[in-house]
């Protein structure tokens, strides 16, 4: 495959990651964390270290504004909600895992 377009094909599945992500705004990162070892916060740590390997230079909250759609206060005010017994367990036995 021409690496242009491995290039453009990776970008375009990243833009429809962040869109479906979007659109699951009632599936929180702790889900996210719980199911698949990562979340939105991920994402964006994964965008700030990719630019700067890259020589471009983008804070974690500005990635954050491109991962979650909106700044993060705003998205956490409106979306997040308290993670329930049940998933702080099972987030803290993953973290324990040596797959973590």
Known sequence: M????QTEI???VLRRLLQ????????QNIDLMNLAG???NCLSKWYVAAA????????????????YGMPYSEWKARYQKEATPEQK???EASQKSPHA
Do not use: M, Q, T, W
Not at 2 to 5: E, T, V, W
Not at 20 to 27: A, F, I, N, Y
């Open 52 to 67: 700067e390997e890259r020589g471009e230079s983008i804070d974690y909250e500005g990635a954050r504004e491109i991962v």
């Open 89 to 91: 367990a099972a987030f």
């Open 2 to 5: 021409d690496p242009n377009k």
């Open 20 to 27: 479906h992500l979007d659109e699951r705004k009632d599936v």
């Open 10 to 12: 990776e970008a375009a």
């Open 38 to 40: 990562f979340c939105r």
